[in-house]
């Protein structure tokens, strides 16, 4: 390869290095001893009086400012510090993920990330697996960065935990958001159907509560009503074995915001997930490692994120990395789970810099993905990235439609969002969409926990495909309605039995709720006048009522249908429940109506009258349940957040 | 007599408190460092100012030196690690992110007449994503086979080798815009 014709050339150049200066050989050795006396290595240590460093150009920089300012500290409290640094890191070891690394990881000298003080591992990763002295805490083996260990001994506020006053105006940004204004109320004799697809994304309550605890209220647009229902787990009736993979629930109960109208809550269950019986999985990492991951909330945290899925997989799993910035590469071949220490090595090699080549690394990741497919086989990419795609593809459509392309194909991609700013949740929403698969955003290790370990199999076994959902309502029970949430995700009317027609999908034990507002004919919360020659259909319907057409001792609301195909599947099958009036109201279902209102208050919604964030918060804590892990009165916490930011 | 100790002993007599054996290292491998360093940052000057960042951290990471990989990779990878550093922190003051750049503009506003190797190699890298300069930095500029530029990067050898053909394609693309100008 090297005896090419162009690569000679550019060889020969660079070749011709230019001679070091003698002058600057001579002051970078020098440098060399000093910090060699002044290194724990030199056996005398130092007691000379502290050298001068004039010898430094200004304009070295913070480098030569940080280590100018160790060097005036001198020895004792250099270890001072450094031993406050060795104690920050012990403060981290309960978040890391690499609490089992085997040993090997150590004797391999990986390069680590370096973001500026915001690489947690290689400390803590030193104290947990031996014990380290402070001095060794302070020196990263891989020779990296000194200055990322060294930043929060010099400014801790540089550890990337922004002072709540920083944070208290929304910061500028880049970021879009996909969203529509909010559903109609629709006239049941004008539109008796409505139809949408199904969606599990959360993406939305995490934006919500990372605005909401950087203290400003989120932008309305970033605010998808049925993200947030989704978000938290609900104990719905599951399947029983041999039916579809999921079960329908309806339950009609009295709306909290309006005492004329009733809430139609439609929650599926898909079916549990069979841990044991799970098919082998192919995961293939799509990782950006653009310049503009270099952030703590981003690369670092999306390491550890990974890092702590790779324990809920199994040995006849496999992973594959590729990261992309500038050109995409192949970090990792495709390797057997089991082999934890090199999967984790080659993620802790990730490193930020250079621009997003986003299309060319999808095009990687497909052909990774179906190259390590077998038969009965799942393979997901699940593409992390601070959704930047800014350089590469010039044309968002034609990636999305590459997408949608490569869905034929049995390979699922779903998107993971890390930080904040440029996140272009537009595109994320809509690859996900286009790619079968699931958009979340990850905020937090806690949040990283819930997506990718607790829920894993859901997020990464699908169930069932192109799920969609059509309701057509009784004109004689039901005048008015509208659904709560799921703009983005309508369909018409005809596109219900279209199997051509793309959908959401369901992924083992995900739960889908749907909420529609009703309004019976005659009640006073009707917002639509009759029409004045609208009567002669009524009495048609008063007719069909009273000859037995329409059951009244349990008048039917309407009809619920739901289309789904079974994973890989081109032809649907349909599943039809009436929505009647009169079952029990479960917890999960005033709670979920809690979050809808929620939901419509940071939308600004103008159905909800007087109904306020009091209400809302009553509603939620009085519905909170046993809550295991806390999700729900964390909403409870970021609800009384807003009243206040909202005030 | 130093000079011929392997660089591997020298540096494990260094960790264990070797004065003499530590100058003797550094000085051996001063010019190697510069050179790397030029070639990663196309700048004399961000080269000189790299070397000498590097010799003063040296003994700091010579403690995680563990003689598992051959001296002179370990010490790429400080090298190219030390100008990943130095690029994000130039990135992260909102300057150019890289020297070639700096020198690409310069040179198109002087747009001389003279297109000397030097030009052409300035425009040459310049044109390359990052990646892709490391990549030949070290298997053209350095010589190294694309295994040891693996390990140095912490890449599969098949990355390297797609980097490689990859950096072909668009030196190729390059030459066919000369010959349209």
């Known amino acids: 390869m090297t005896r090419d014709p162009d690569f000679e050339k550019l060889k020969a150049a660079l070749k011709a290095a230019p001679a070091s200066d003698p002058a600057a050989k001579v002051a970078a050795l020098a440098r060399a001893m000093d910090a060699y006396e002044d290194s724990a290595l030199s056996g005398q240590g130092s007691n000379d009086p502290p050298r001068s460093t004039a010898d430094r150009q200004p304009k070295a920089g913070f480098a030569s400012g940080v280590r100018k300012m160790l060097n005036a500290l001198k020895l004792k409290p250099v270890l001072a510090a450094t031993t406050s640094a060795a104690a920050l890191a012990v403060g981290l070891i309960v978040f890391l993920p690499q609490s089992e690394a085997p040993p090997e990881r150590l004797a391999a000298p990986t390069p680590v990330a370096p973001a500026p003080a915001a690489a947690p591992e290689p400390a803590p990763e030193a104290i947990m697996t031996r014990k380290a002295t402070p001095a060794e805490v302070a020196a990263p083996q891989d020779g990296v960065a000194d200055l990322a260990m060294e930043a929060p001994v010099v400014e801790p506020s540089l550890s990337g935990l922004p002072a709540p006053d920083q944070r208290a105006l929304p910061p500028e940004s880049a970021e879009q958001f996909a969203n529509a204004d909010a559903n109609p109320v629709q006239v049941t004799r004008d539109a008796p159907v409505s139809t949408f697809s199904v969606d599990v994304d959360t993406a939305s ?86 310049g503009s991951m270099d952030d703590p909330n981003k690369l670092p945290l999306l390491k550890q994120s990974l890092a702590l899925m790779l324990g809920e997989l199994r040995p006849a799993d496999q992973v594959a990395i590729v990261a992309y910035a500038g050109s995409a590469g192949e970090v990792l071949p495709p390797t057997p789970a089991s082999e934890r220490a090199t999967i984790l090595a080659a993620l802790n090699r990730l490193d930020a810099g250079g621009s997003t080549a986003g299309a060319e690394g999808l095009t990687l990741a497909y052909r990774l993905a179906e190259s390590m497919t077998a038969a009965g086989e799942v393979s997901r990419i699940l593409l992390a990235t601070d959704g930047d795609f800014n350089v590469g593809i010039d044309d968002p459509e034609g990636l999305e439609a590459f997408v949608a392309r490569k869905r034929s194909t049995g390979v699922y991609l779903s998107v993971l969002g890390f930080g904040r700013g440029t996140l272009d949740d537009a595109v994320m929403q809509s690859l996900a969409q286009n790619g079968n698969g699931t958009a979340a955003y990850i905020d937090t290790l806690q949040e990283a926990r819930k997506v990718l370990v607790d829920q894993l199999t859901g997020v990464l076994f699908p ?24 703009e983005t995700r309508a369909l018409r009317r005809e596109d219900f039995n279209n199997d051509a027609v793309d959908a959401g999908d369901i992924g083992a034990g995900h739960a889908v709720t749907a909420l529609y507002e009703v309004t019976a004919p005659g009640s006073p919360a009707l917002l639509h006048d009759p029409l004045r020659y609208g009567a002669v259909v009524a009495d048609a319907m008063a007719d069909a009522a009273a000859t037995g057409a329409i059951a009244e001792d349990a008048p039917e609301l309407g009809f619920l249908r739901l289309r789904y195909k079974a994973p890989r599947e081109t032809v649907s099958a349909l599943i039809e429940v009436p929505i009647v009036a009169g079952t029990e109201v479960t917890q999960d279902a005033r709670f979920a109506t809690a979050i809808a209102g929620f939901g419509q208050l940071l939308r600004g919604s103008v159905y909800l009258g007087d109904w306020g964030w009091d209400q809302a918060i009553d509603l939620a804590e009085a519905n909170r349940g046993e809550d295991r892990f806390g999700y729900r009165i964390e909403a409870v916490n970021l609800m009384r957040l807003a009243q206040s930011l909202a005030r | 007599m130093l000079m011929e100790t392997p660089d591997e002993n020298l540096a494990l007599a260094a960790a264990s408190g070797d004065r003499a054996a530590f100058a003797a290292l550094v000085t051996r491998h001063y010019d190697r460092i510069f050179a790397l360093g030029w070639r990663l940052t196309g700048n004399k000057a961000e080269a000189e100012d790299l070397a000498q960042d590097i010799c003063a951290a040296l003994p700091h990471r010579l403690r995680g030196w563990r003689a598992e990989a051959r001296f002179t990779t370990w010490l790429y990878r400080v090298v190219v690690n030390a100008a990943h550093d130095a690029r994000r922190r130039a990135a992260v003051r909102n300057r150019a992110a890289d020297g070639w750049g700096d020198r690409e503009i310069a040179r198109q506003d002087a747009m001389a007449e003279d297109r000397a190797a030097q030009d052409w190699l300035m425009a040459a890298m310049a044109q390359l994503p990052v990646e892709l300069r490391d990549t030949v930095a070290l298997v053209l500029g350095e010589e190294l086979t694309q295994a040891e530029a693996g390990l140095v990067l912490g890449l599969s050898e098949g990355t390297i080798a797609w980097r490689m053909s990859e950096v072909k394609k668009r030196l190729r693309a390059m030459a066919a815009e000369e010959a349209k100008a």
Not at chain 1, 268 to 285: D, K, S, T, Y
Not at chain 1, 464 to 469: E, G, T
């Open chain 1, 463 to 486: 169930i069932a495909d192109d799920v969609k959902i059509q309701v057509e309502w009784n004109p004689a029970q039901v005048a008015e309605y509208r659904l709560i949430g799921y």
């Open chain 1, 205 to 290: 309550y995490a934006f919500v509560r990372d605005s909401l605890m950087g203290g400003y209220l989120p932008d309305p647009e970033a605010v998808r009503v049925e993200e947030m229902l989704n978000y938290f787990p609900f104990a719905y009736p599951a399947p029983d074995v041999g039916e579809a993979p999921f079960r329908p629930t309806v339950t009609v109960m009295p709306t909290p915001w309006n005492a004329g109208t009733r809430l139609v809550h439609i929650a599926l269950q898909g079916r549990l997930p069979e841990i044991e019986a799970r098919p082998p999985l192919n995961l293939v990492f799509l990782i950006d490692t653009s």
